[in-house]
């Protein structure tokens, strides 16, 4: 019985903290927006290939996003 309860609390905990960061947050304008991508520094060993965490925090993303979305698709067919 504990463990539907801490489930149920965990999960509306969760969909609290998301709303209060979405309501409380300041709006910010079109202006205040600055997108910056940093340039590797000269001696570094980076090579082309390699990634950062940024980006495959973004690759994984779509990919959830891929995953769910042919998920739905395949239950609507149904």
């Known amino acids: 019985m504990i463990v539907p309860l801490v489930f149920i609390f965990v999960l509306a ?9 979405i309501w409380w947050k300041p709006k910010r304008g079109p202006d205040d927006v600055v997108i910056v991508t940093p340039e590797p520094e000269p001696g570094s060993n980076r090579s082309p290939e390699t990634k950062s965490w940024e980006e495959l925090g973004v690759e994984f993303r779509l990919v959830m996003y891929d995953i769910l979305h042919q998920f739905r698709d395949e239950v609507k067919k149904r």
């Open 13 to 21: 905990a969760g969909y609290l903290d998301i709303l209060r960061q």
